[in-house]
């Protein structure tokens, strides 16, 4: 029975029912159990997060018929928020700007896509009939290769020996003459994913003032309010200036890289042009692989060796001046990236979607570094070794040393 203080008999001073201590009893003991919970829960949410960044990767790549054609089509719907907010200020309606945006990325896209493929797959299906005079450019590097060492003289000898020649069974194939030829052509799958970009791209523009507007407003303060304006403009902002600045690059490049080729006496200038202005938006390998297409298409069209090789080394010499000097400058500081992250988001999207996931993989960093920054960065090593359990476990030590 309760006594008129309102402790029950048998209960200690400073504790409450069951047994637990009020609030005002031990706060020394309540501070460490408060402590605890909080690393607990700290660590927890560590664990999920480890676990959900090991995930997500193979999550991507499992669910690439999804996620690519997705991710695409918001990268580029956010390169082209400038040219939608432009028709908007002039007074058009928010369809028929995304509408207008849609049509004028397919046109670019089209064109690009018939200067390059319609004529590459007419050069290259002749490899098969060039093979002889590639080889016969080679010969005089293999000879000169082979007199390093014997036992690569008689391989190379013999792989590069004439032999037999055979007439190839070769079914000629008719090259695609446009778009709609090339995507007739193609498996259904990709048809679909091209469909469903181009439906998320218009949905994402028309939708995204109101987008916008009701990401803003539903902040509780103002100051959410001005900071998540502040994120969204900047994402905008970086991506599609590093978007139209780094095309407006590339295509000068491929323009002048076909413009020397034209000159040199090289079939298709602007297929080469068009594939070096692709290439490029990989930085590093981009335009390596871009440069040895190059040699090989000089191996197949010259007869000379170091007349073949000229177009690879015209283009190694203007992407060298593009890269050391016009892109730094027109670029500038603001969108200057670190090469290692450059080369981790390579790796990571290159193996996650292949060539289009290395396309993709400069503008999702510059969207996802964007977003880090105004969000934060997490801690992590502060959590670990500052206020962690690895000096929380010296303190508990040191303590229970004093004691003894």
């Not at 369809?95 to 849609?102: E, M, N, P, Q, S």
């Not at 090339?182 to 994913?193: D, E, G, R, W, Y």
Request: some cysteine.
């Amino acid at each position: 029975m309760a006594d008129g203080s309102g402790q029950g008999a048998g209960q200690a001073p400073g504790e409450g029912a069951f047994g637990l201590p009020l609030s005002g009893g031990e706060p020394g003991e309540e501070a460490r159990v408060g402590l605890r919970r909080d690393r607990l829960l700290a660590a927890l949410t560590l664990i999920a997060g480890i676990g959900l960044a090991l995930g997500t990767p193979f999550a991507l790549k499992a669910g690439a018929e999804f996620f690519l054609p997705t991710t695409a089509a918001l990268v580029i719907a956010i390169a082209l928020v400038p040219v939608l907010e432009w028709l908007e200020r002039h007074r058009v309606p928010s369809a028929l700007a995304a509408l207008t945006c849609v049509l004028l990325f397919l046109i670019a896209a089209n064109i690009a896509l018939a200067a390059i493929i319609v004529p590459a797959t007419e050069f290259f299906r002749k490899l098969p009939e060039r093979i002889d005079r590639v080889q016969m450019n080679l010969a005089p590097l293999l000879d000169l290769y082979s007199n390093l060492e014997k036992y690569v003289n008689r391989t190379v000898r013999h792989l590069a020996s004439p032999g037999p020649v055979h007439a190839a069974q070769t079914t000629a194939v008719e090259p695609p003459s446009s778009i709609l030829e090339l995507a007739a052509t193609s498996a259904p799958t990709a048809i679909v994913q091209v469909f469903f970009g181009i439906l998320v791209v218009y949905f994402f523009l028309s939708g995204w003032t109101r987008l916008r507007r009701r990401t803003i407003t539903s902040r509780s303060s103002f100051g959410g309010a001005m900071a998540t304006a502040r994120v969204i403009q900047d994402v905008v902002d970086d991506t599609s200036a590093y978007l139209g600045t780094i095309t407006i690059i590339n295509l000068s490049l491929g323009l002048v890289i076909a413009f020397a080729l034209w000159l040199l006496g090289m079939p298709y200038p602007l297929m080469w042009g068009g594939i070096v202005a692709l290439f490029n938006y990989i930085p590093y390998f981009g335009p390596i692989v871009a440069a040895m297409l190059l040699a090989l298409g000089g191996l197949m069209t010259f007869p000379d060796i170091w007349v073949a090789l000229l177009p690879a080394a015209i283009m190694i010499g203007c992407h060298l001046l593009e890269a050391n000097a016009v892109t730094p400058f027109i670029v500038g500081h603001r969108l200057t990236i670190n090469p290692i992250m450059i080369l981790i988001s390579l790796s990571f999207w290159g193996w996650v979607w292949g060539t289009p996931g290395a396309l993709l993989a400069v503008p999702l960093l510059i969207i996802i570094q964007t977003v880090i920054g105004a969000a934060g960065k997490p801690d992590i090593a502060g959590f670990l070794f500052e206020h962690g359990t690895l000096t929380q476990q010296r303190r508990d030590r040191a303590a229970r040393d004093r004691a003894d």
